[in-house]
Protein backbone atom coordinates (compact mmCIF):
# COMPACT_ATOMS: atom_id res chain seq x y z
CA UNK A 1 0.00 0.00 0.00
CA UNK A 2 1.14 3.17 -0.69
CA UNK A 3 1.99 6.05 1.73
CA UNK A 4 0.12 9.63 1.70
CA UNK A 5 3.64 11.19 1.28
CA UNK A 6 4.33 9.10 -1.82
CA UNK A 7 0.21 10.25 -3.44
CA UNK A 8 1.26 13.49 -2.18
CA UNK A 9 4.95 13.43 -4.38
CA UNK A 10 3.27 12.11 -7.20
CA UNK A 11 0.36 14.63 -7.53
CA UNK A 12 3.20 17.61 -7.49
CA UNK A 13 5.11 15.70 -10.25
CA UNK A 14 2.00 15.62 -12.32
CA UNK A 15 1.01 19.14 -11.60
CA UNK A 16 3.83 21.11 -10.23
CA UNK A 17 4.16 23.58 -7.50
CA UNK A 18 0.58 24.35 -5.71
CA UNK A 19 -1.08 25.66 -2.73
CA UNK A 20 -0.68 23.03 0.33
CA UNK A 21 -4.28 23.54 0.94
CA UNK A 22 -5.05 22.24 -2.85
CA UNK A 23 -2.48 19.03 -2.10
CA UNK A 24 -4.69 18.44 1.01
CA UNK A 25 -7.87 18.62 -0.96
CA UNK A 26 -6.35 16.56 -4.00
CA UNK A 27 -5.25 13.95 -1.68
CA UNK A 28 -8.36 13.86 0.24
CA UNK A 29 -9.82 13.04 -3.07
CA UNK A 30 -7.58 10.26 -4.58
CA UNK A 31 -8.16 8.37 -1.20
CA UNK A 32 -11.90 8.83 -1.13
CA UNK A 33 -12.44 7.78 -5.04
CA UNK A 34 -9.55 5.40 -4.69
CA UNK A 35 -11.42 3.51 -1.72
CA UNK A 36 -14.49 3.63 -3.57
CA UNK A 37 -13.40 2.42 -6.72
CA UNK A 38 -11.16 -0.50 -5.63
CA UNK A 39 -12.83 -1.52 -2.52
CA UNK A 40 -9.33 -0.82 -0.45
CA UNK A 41 -7.56 2.39 0.86
CA UNK A 42 -5.04 4.08 -1.07
CA UNK A 43 -2.87 4.77 1.68
CA UNK A 44 -3.37 3.92 5.75
CA UNK A 45 -2.79 7.46 6.91
CA UNK A 46 -6.02 9.02 8.67
CA UNK A 47 -7.28 11.82 7.20
CA UNK A 48 -9.23 14.63 9.71
CA UNK A 49 -12.34 17.11 9.38
CA UNK A 50 -10.42 20.43 10.01
CA UNK A 51 -11.87 23.68 9.40
CA UNK A 52 -11.08 24.71 5.99
CA UNK A 53 -12.22 21.57 4.49
CA UNK A 54 -10.28 17.46 5.17
CA UNK A 55 -6.00 17.16 6.41
CA UNK A 56 -3.94 14.22 6.50
CA UNK A 57 -2.14 15.67 9.31
CA UNK A 58 1.10 13.27 8.05
CA UNK A 59 1.14 15.64 5.39
CA UNK A 60 0.66 18.87 7.14
CA UNK A 61 3.72 18.01 9.61
CA UNK A 62 5.69 17.83 6.10
CA UNK A 63 4.51 20.98 4.66
CA UNK A 64 3.59 22.97 8.09
CA UNK A 65 4.72 26.64 7.40
CA UNK A 66 4.78 26.43 3.54
CA UNK A 67 1.65 27.93 1.80
CA UNK A 68 3.06 26.40 -1.49
CA UNK A 69 4.63 23.41 -1.53
CA UNK A 70 6.49 21.00 -4.67
CA UNK A 71 7.58 17.56 -5.18
CA UNK A 72 11.01 18.13 -3.68
CA UNK A 73 9.48 18.59 -0.47
CA UNK A 74 8.04 15.40 -0.27
CA UNK A 75 10.69 13.11 -1.62
CA UNK A 76 13.02 14.29 0.72
CA UNK A 77 10.65 13.41 3.44
CA UNK A 78 10.68 9.77 1.59
CA UNK A 79 8.10 9.98 -0.66
CA UNK A 80 8.53 8.01 -3.62
CA UNK A 81 5.89 7.67 -6.56
CA UNK A 82 7.82 4.19 -7.78
CA UNK A 83 5.61 2.98 -4.70
CA UNK A 84 2.12 3.57 -6.63
CA UNK A 85 0.80 0.50 -8.50
CA UNK A 86 -1.07 0.99 -12.03
CA UNK A 87 -4.37 1.03 -10.06
CA UNK A 88 -3.60 3.67 -8.14
CA UNK A 89 -1.53 5.70 -10.36
CA UNK A 90 -5.20 5.57 -12.72
CA UNK A 91 -7.37 6.37 -9.41
CA UNK A 92 -4.65 9.53 -8.84
CA UNK A 93 -5.03 10.41 -12.78
CA UNK A 94 -9.09 10.31 -12.95
CA UNK A 95 -9.08 12.76 -9.85
CA UNK A 96 -6.13 15.44 -11.12
CA UNK A 97 -8.04 15.35 -14.24
CA UNK A 98 -11.37 16.26 -12.58
CA UNK A 99 -10.33 18.25 -9.63
CA UNK A 100 -7.01 19.36 -10.79
CA UNK A 101 -7.65 22.56 -12.56
CA UNK A 102 -9.84 23.67 -9.16
CA UNK A 103 -8.66 26.61 -7.11
CA UNK A 104 -8.17 25.46 -3.66
CA UNK A 105 -10.94 27.49 -2.34
CA UNK A 106 -13.49 25.36 -5.17
CA UNK A 107 -12.25 22.42 -3.34
CA UNK A 108 -12.43 23.53 0.09
CA UNK A 109 -16.07 24.91 -0.10
CA UNK A 110 -16.93 21.24 -2.23
CA UNK A 111 -15.62 19.25 0.37
CA UNK A 112 -17.63 21.48 2.60
CA UNK A 113 -21.05 20.89 0.64
CA UNK A 114 -20.19 16.80 0.62
CA UNK A 115 -21.25 14.35 3.87
CA UNK A 116 -18.20 13.05 4.76
CA UNK A 117 -16.50 16.15 6.49
CA UNK A 118 -19.83 17.51 7.33
CA UNK A 119 -20.80 14.57 9.37
CA UNK A 120 -17.56 14.21 11.26
CA UNK A 121 -18.31 18.03 12.03
CA UNK A 122 -21.43 17.95 13.20
CA UNK A 123 -22.04 19.95 16.29
CA UNK A 124 -18.64 21.88 15.87
CA UNK A 125 -18.69 25.59 15.32
CA UNK A 126 -17.64 26.48 11.97
CA UNK A 127 -13.95 27.81 12.19
CA UNK A 128 -13.50 24.99 15.81
CA UNK A 129 -10.77 23.14 15.40
CA UNK A 130 -10.77 19.44 15.57
CA UNK A 131 -9.25 15.86 15.08
CA UNK A 132 -11.93 13.99 13.90
CA UNK A 133 -11.37 12.06 11.73
CA UNK A 134 -13.43 11.56 8.21
CA UNK A 135 -13.75 7.32 7.97
CA UNK A 136 -13.30 6.01 5.26
CA UNK A 137 -16.54 3.96 5.28
CA UNK A 138 -18.21 7.35 5.04
CA UNK A 139 -16.03 8.40 2.02
CA UNK A 140 -17.21 5.33 -0.21
CA UNK A 141 -20.76 5.14 0.98
CA UNK A 142 -20.95 8.68 0.02
CA UNK A 143 -18.86 8.66 -3.54
CA UNK A 144 -20.24 5.19 -4.22
CA UNK A 145 -23.59 7.07 -4.08
CA UNK A 146 -22.92 9.43 -6.63
CA UNK A 147 -22.05 6.99 -8.78
CA UNK A 148 -25.10 5.35 -7.73
CA UNK A 149 -26.84 8.24 -8.64
CA UNK A 150 -24.98 8.87 -12.11
Same mark, same amino acid.
Given at each position: ?????????????????????? *??????????????????????????? $????????? *?????????????????????????? @?? @?? #??? #???? *????????????????????? $?????????????????????????????? #????
Amino acid at each position: MARAVDVAAYILKKRGRMSAMK *LQKLVYYSQAWHATWEGRPLFGARIEA $WANGPVCPD *LYRRHRGHFEVTAKLFTDAGGNCRRL @NA @NE #IES #IDVV *LSEYGDQSAQYLSDLTHREAP $WRDARAGLAPHERSTRSISLESMTEYYGGL #IAEA
